[in-house]
């Protein structure tokens, strides 16, 4: 049996960045899954060229468009965070 769940990136940014989009998504009922926590916070620099962009946040293929528009209607002030009318 296969376990491996496909991903896709729905966010790059800056560690902190990357936390607040991951909770907003987590309230909204989307597991998140982060590429380069850890070297994203000790040394972003190594991760990605100028340091910019250094943490992934990725989702399910399967929830990516959902995603997009929880991150969406956020960024538009419709959804707030843990505000289960959009799902």
Known sequence: ????????????????????????LES????VYEDNALMATIEPFAVSPGGFGSS?????????????????????GVNEIGDDSVL
Do not use: H, W
């Open 28 to 31: 909204n009922g989307l597991p």
């Open 56 to 76: 992934i946040i990725k989702v399910a293929q399967e929830d990516y468009d959902k995603a997009l528009k929880v991150i969406e209607d956020y960024n538009n």
């Open 1 to 24: 049996m296969n376990d491996f769940i496909k991903t896709t990136e729905i966010f790059r940014g800056s560690s902190i960045e990357s936390m607040g989009i991951m909770n907003l």
